[in-house]
């Protein structure tokens, strides 16, 4: 009986891997057809890009390029600004001039994976790696001095890291955090079923390898996890796939409610009324329940991409930004 039930159990343990290696080895994330509320910011077709500033760096720990522009303003006013998912510094041009022109000294980023920034298109070393690289970046800025009143802006995914570096060791980067229409989780209600079609993921894959992260084993976490809904090529310009320490770098993690409740800087969401991705009515419920030191505003009759483009909508990110930094 007992040689039957250790057959048994071997046989059970051998299926249960043969499944997990499959979905590692096979599962690619699907292409979803392209979504333009997700891939087209609106009016960006006029925008001038010749006022966008030469493009800088400074050295990440492993000797990695990090990428940025800098808009001058205040030395005493400093806001690093993160684009959002697929995109480049280049994507957050009309925000930080408005930023710009209300005071702030902007430094838009490119994250790691995007922009030329780190060693791959849409990939990092290591899960976390981006959070270390926000460490490196400002000590590389010289905005880490005394007397900078710091804040951490960022849109959609971007948003998501400004939630996750606001809830992590290195919160003490920044005075205060600013989310625009964050990503928070896939199982949030503030999601949208896909983010609203903007993403394509290789679910089977993520769990597989969400479950070896968790036995310690950082196996295979190079591989394409999430595939976005724009038909761009991988470039300096565009991150059309996301490995899954990539995507995972980027986001709160599993218990994505512990780190939002433990936030305790200054800290806002800013969303659009009317974002296509997100549940925007969502985010103050959400938040009250959780952690309501968290303020959240509604912007009306706002889109997603509307967010980083629309006059209205900047002028509603500026008042944020002013409320939290004391002007």
Known sequence: ????????????????????????????????????????????????????????????????????????????????????????????????????????????????????SGTANGDVSYLGQLDDDLADLVKGLGIDKPGVRRTLMGFSSGGGFVLRIASSRYAGLFDNYLAISPFIAPDSPTNKPNAGGWAGVALPRVVALSLLDRLGLAWFQGLPAVRF??????????????????????????????????????????????????????????????????????????GHLAMIADPAALAAIVTGWQRLSGG
Not at 73 to 96: E, P
Not at 281 to 297: E, K, S, T, Y
């Open 1 to 116: 009986m007992l040689r039957r039930l250790l057959i048994a159990s071997s046989v059970l343990i051998l299926i249960a891997i043969a499944g997990l290696a499959g979905a590692i080895t096979f599962d690619e994330p699907a292409k979803p057809p392209t979504l333009a509320a997700g891939n087209a910011v609106p009016g960006i077709a006029q925008w001038n890009f010749a006022e966008l500033p030469p493009r800088q760096h400074v050295k990440a720990r492993d000797g990695a390029p990090l990428n940025y522009r800098h808009y001058p303003g205040r030395a005493d006013r400093a806001i690093v600004l993160v684009h959002g998912s697929t995109a480049t510094d280049a994507s957050m041009m009309k925000l930080a001039q408005a930023l710009q022109t209300a005071g702030a000294s902007v430094y838009a980023i490119d994250l790691r994976g995007h922009g030329g």
């Open 229 to 302: 809904a724009t038909d761009a090529p991988p470039s300096d310009r565009r991150t059309p796939v996301y490995s899954f320490r990539l995507a995972m770098s980027l986001q709160l993690g599993r218990d994505w409610r512990a780190p939002l409740a433990r936030i305790t800087a200054p800290t806002e969401i800013v969303v659009g009324a009317n974002d296509e991705l997100f549940n925007a009515g969502a985010f103050g419920p959400l938040l009250q329940a959780i952690n309501p030191r968290i303020g959240v505003a509604i912007a009306p009759g706002q």
